[in-house]
């Protein structure tokens, strides 16, 4: 059987408040982040922490990734960053090079391949790994709990035949050009929204006490799930926000 989940990070000012997430289900996922750091750091911590969680498992990986950088860099640039002791072809330092040789000794001896997925069109999977990662990085910023999930439970996951891919085949990604010169491009598409600075809110928002933040779950179909990720792309905000926004 085949694993199939969605892998995604998010970063509030890329840098600023990172998160990662991988999904399967709402059964099985995991969240987590840093106070600081790229967007880049949070898609390939999602990778790595999803081979990590499946590390006990004897099944072939299948995984929805919208970074081309992520994808790239597994499967095409890796061999040879090694061979040139982790240096790039300019010969300078590979970006991220702690997270990349943690993923490197991850992936050794795992069947896996990775699957392109256009962001912020509705994708289910990748939505619900992008809403994770991003939830992740807003809780860094407020300084409040992370929604960290209930990590491999193994619902739901063993969901299609597996196929005969060979180990890391990046598939149906397209190609990128000159790779060296832009794979540690920090670089996060399509992906901003306004982060408010409470310091710069002077007397209009002045409390007294810190808000009390309240988890809510909200069950949707998928046609309900799609216009409301629609509405809030086009309000140029999460959907985090732009739910909060109705209150």
């Known amino acids: 059987m085949t694993i199939t989940a969605a892998a995604d990070g998010s970063a509030l000012g890329n840098p600023g408040p990172a998160g990662w997430a991988w999904y399967v289900d709402d059964d099985c996922w995991a969240a987590g982040g840093w106070p600081h750091g790229t967007n880049n750091m949070g898609e390939l911590r999602a990778v790595l922490e999803l081979f990590r969680a499946t590390e ?5 990986l299948h995984i929805l990734c919208d970074s081309k950088y992520v994808i790239d860099s597994i499967t095409k640039w890796m061999p040879g960053w090694k061979k040139k002791g ?3 072809g300019d010969g300078k330092p590979v970006m991220n090079l702690e997270l990349m040789q ?3 000794a991850a992936i050794a001896g795992r069947r896996y391949r ?4 256009k962001g912020h069109v509705g994708h289910r999977l990748n939505e619900a790994a992008d809403i994770r990662a ?4 807003e809780a860094f910023q407020r300084k409040t709990p992370v929604p960290e999930g209930p990590g491999w439970t193994g619902a739901g996951a063993a969901a299609a035949p597996a196929t005969p891919e060979t180990d890391a085949v990046a598939e149906d990604a397209p190609e990128t050009t000159e790779p060296e010169l832009f794979a540690d491009l ?3 598409e399509e992906r901003t929204a306004p982060v408010f600075d409470a310091e710069d809110d002077g007397a209009l928002f002045s409390l007294d006490v810190e808000p009390t933040w309240h988890q809510l779950t909200l069950d949707l179909t998928s046609d309900e799930h799609e216009r409301l990720v629609r509405r809030a792309r086009e309000a140029g905000t999460s959907v985090q926000e732009f739910l909060r926004g109705l209150i």
């Not at 006990?56 to 072939?60: A, C, I, R, T, V």
């Not at 990775?114 to 997925?117: D, K, N, R, T």
């Open 86 to 88: 982790w240096k790039k």
């Open 56 to 60: 006990h498992l004897d099944e072939d």
């Open 134 to 137: 991003r939830t992740a990085a």
């Open 114 to 117: 990775f699957e392109w997925v």
């Open 186 to 188: 920090e670089v996060e």
């Open 102 to 104: 943690e993923i490197d």
